[in-house]
């Protein structure tokens, strides 16, 4: 009876080592062994979820190769994926430890996340370094003429600044044709209008070396016609009508054909409730003017500067501000207007609201950048534009560069060399620029650019 009992106990430990090693097998099939190849060091341990250890590196532009370290990965690549800020990265590798992992275009920066098989992980932030490449959009460098036709087929003559419409189409004042370019979103040149042989003249359909231009949202477009001391407006359809100034010039304030320019070089449109206005550089008056476009009337004023010939740095009220030759404007937020101010190497600020002009960056000519915007330093800055991400591009002229100001209040050289002009495409530590006039940001992370003396329009891609 004894031998039995010993051996039915023998029977049921069996039995119970043979379930046990049933739940261990189990185990380590769903942990160690799973259908994504994981390898987990402990068969008995259950929680077998992915690890993630470290990153490197944690900063880089785009198509940086990152590896990232931890623990029961697996080696199915299929089953993983890493996101930069939210934007997807190419899986290059996938072992059980190891991950590697191609940053994409455009991520900006942000946090790392990763899912492994429904694991959902967080690394740390990648710092995401933009990078700027330029490239020859239009126009044949180097080569002034006058010549429709596709992208760098076409030929322009000291292009000086330019805008886009609600179609993505790009205009340009071709100063040196006496003309007004179109340019396609594919790259396609036509005269839009002015003389087609490129000759002066003060008709509503003729131009004398436009200089400045603006964009409303209907889509009409506001000529600075500098040696006719007039504005000009064009609109879709390419009818031309001088709203303001024309003939002699002079500083005389007054309703639209009354009214006297000297040499006006840009113009903003405002289209605020109420205030509907056109700003104009004035340049030889050293003074910013406004053209109402309330009415039909077209009244000019004096809005900041003197209403008598007088160069000067002077910041202050309006009245009391003094500019020397200013240039290209852009609008920075609600009631704020940047001035690039082309005598006194500096970018002004006009507060629309307190009355008053200050000093937002630039001092004493040169170059001077990577530094706060109160240590930075211009020479002949031509014109401003802003992004939607609070960035301000500005075209610094005679440093022949494009400049960046960031939110932070930071300023640094993206694309050009301080040193000389010339023309060279590639990125932005590389390219060069000629006397660079004008530029426009136009969304997406595309600057273009009229390169004045090498008679061409440039494009950066910020990506």
């Known amino acids: 009876m004894k031998t039995m009992k010993t051996m039915k106990t023998i029977g049921i430990l069996r039995l119970r080592d043979i379930c046990l090693l049933l739940v261990l097998l189990s185990l380590a099939l769903s942990c160690g062994s799973d259908d994504n190849g994981m390898d987990c060091p ?18 880089g532009p785009k198509h940086t190769q990152v590896t990232i370290t931890g623990e029961n990965f697996g080696t199915d690549a299929t089953k993983v994926s890493v996101s930069f800020n939210g934007t997807p990265g190419e899986v290059l590798g996938v072992t059980d430890r190891e991950v590697t992992v191609k940053v ?12 492994v098989d429904g694991f959902d992980l967080t690394g740390p932030k990648f710092v995401y370094e933009l990078t700027y490449t330029v490239e020859t959009f239009a126009g044949t460098p180097g080569e002034e003429g006058f010549l ?8 322009f003559n000291r292009p000086y600044d330019l805008v886009m419409d609600s179609k993505g189409n790009l205009f340009v004042a071709d100063f040196g044709n006496n003309a007004i370019r179109k340019i396609t979103p594919s790259g396609q040149v036509t005269t839009f209008a002015g003389d087609s042989g490129g000759r002066q ?18 889509d009409n477009i ?17 009818d031309c009508s001088t709203i303001a100034g024309g003939g002699a010039s002079g500083n005389v304030s007054g309703d639209g054909e009354f009214a006297r320019f000297n040499y006006p070089t840009a113009t903003l449109v405002e289209e605020e409730e109420g205030n509907r206005a056109l700003y104009v550089s004035d340049q030889n008056n050293h003074a910013i003017r406004k053209v ?3 009415d039909g009337r077209h009244t000019v004023s004096t809005y900041a500067g003197p209403e008598s010939i007088e160069e ?10 003094r500019f020397s030759g200013p240039w ?28 008053t002009v200050g000093t937002f960056a630039g001092g004493e000519h040169g170059h001077v950048g990577d530094v706060p915007r109160s240590q930075a330093r211009f020479w002949g800055p031509t014109d401003i534009s802003m992004a939607g991400d609070g960035n301000i591009y500005i075209a610094d002229g005679l440093n022949h560069c494009i400049r960046q100001i960031d939110p932070d209040g930071h300023v640094t050289t993206i694309a050009g060399n301080p040193r000389f002009g010339g023309h060279k495409d590639g990125s932005g530590d590389v390219a060069e620029f000629n006397f660079p006039a004008g530029l426009l940001y136009g969304g997406e992370g595309e600057i273009y650019i009229t390169d004045s003396k090498n008679h061409a329009i440039r494009k950066i891609t910020i990506d």
């Open 42 to 59: 402990d068969p008995t341990n259950a929680n077998c979820n992915p690890t993630l250890s470290s990153v490197a590196p944690v900063t």
């Open 104 to 115: 994409p275009v455009g991520a900006n920066t942000g946090p790392i996340t990763m899912e």
């Open 148 to 155: 429709d036709g596709s992208g760098t087929v076409a030929q």
């Open 201 to 218: 003249g003060e008709g509503n359909g003729q131009f004398y070396r436009p200089h400045g231009l603006a964009i409303d949202s209907d």
């Open 222 to 238: 506001y000529v600075a016609d500098s040696r006719n001391h007039r504005i000009v407006k064009i609109v879709p359809d390419g």
């Open 292 to 294: 109402s476009l309330n």
């Open 312 to 321: 000067g740095d002077t910041n202050g009220s309006l009245s009391g501000a």
């Open 328 to 355: 290209g404007m852009a609008k920075s937020g609600e009631g704020t207007i940047l001035l690039a101010d082309y005598g006194n190497h500096r970018i002004r600020v006009i507060d629309q609201d307190a009355g």
